[in-house]
């Protein structure tokens, strides 16, 4: 099993930067991508940024040039730095983490992170 804890997230004005983490541990052979998705009220889950081992990474149209992803392979751990914060940001946050305990990957998700950007 893959356990995932996520931090960073919280209530910031518009304009402002927060940086959230997930740390994935367990039985892991190896981690092939990480990501973060969000969830705003009455919406459907979305992809925000996703980054695989190599360091490729993908972003939504709507953080292009404000969110980065990163990822430090050591620790297992993931990052997405959101900076110039807009109202519509405002979303639960999702850590997503494929992974091999085995043989096959599965997709595993963190307990989601709140944040909050006011106006």
């Known amino acids: 099993q893959v356990q995932l804890v996520e931090s960073g997230g919280g209530l910031v004005q518009a304009g402002g930067s927060l940086r959230l983490s997930c740390a994935a541990s367990g039985s892991i052979t190896s981690i092939d991508a990480m990501g973060w998705y969000r969830q705003a009220p009455g919406k459907q889950r979305e992809s925000v940024a996703v980054?695989?081992?190599?360091?490729?990474?993908n972003y939504a149209d709507s953080v292009k040039g404000r969110f980065t992803i990163s990822r430090d392979n050591a620790k297992n751990t993931v990052y997405l730095q959101m900076n110039s914060l807009k109202p519509e940001d405002t979303a639960v946050y999702y850590c997503n983490v494929v992974a091999k305990v085995g043989v096959h990957p599965y997709a595993y998700w963190g307990q989601g992170t709140q944040v909050t950007v006011s106006s």
């Open positions: 980054i695989i081992r190599v360091g490729s990474t």
